[in-house]
């Protein structure tokens, strides 16, 4: 299996800049784990669309996969409350 590039939106990256420290460190890994399997145990489809999402904790880990190009999309991350929401 080929290995995913995994592009990570600007607003993503804000979020996850503004996690605590003390999860920050495997919320990365299990970004990074992404280019290995895009479609982990525990993975999700979420209704209605056609986004991904994982759990690390209390966090949820929102992502889009592209098959034909190899690439994962990081959409959002945030606390499991607020998440969700528009």
């Keep these: 299996m ?3 590039k995994i592009l990570i939106k600007a ?3 804000k979020e996850i800049k503004k996690l605590p420290k003390k999860d920050l460190q495997r919320i990365v890994d299990k970004i990074q784990a992404l280019s290995l399997d895009p479609r982990p145990a525990g993975c999700e ?3 209605g669309d056609d986004k991904f999402r ?3 904790g209390n966090y ?4 889009l ?3 034909d190009r190899l690439i994962v999309i990081v ?9 969700y929401n528009k």
């Design 75 to 83: 959409i959002k991350v945030g606390h499991r409350r607020d998440v």
């Design 2 to 4: 080929a290995n995913y």
């Design 45 to 47: 489809k979420l209704s």
């Design 65 to 67: 996969i592209e098959d």
């Design 60 to 63: 949820r880990i929102i992502y």
């Design 11 to 13: 607003s993503a990256s």
């Design 54 to 56: 994982i759990r690390q």
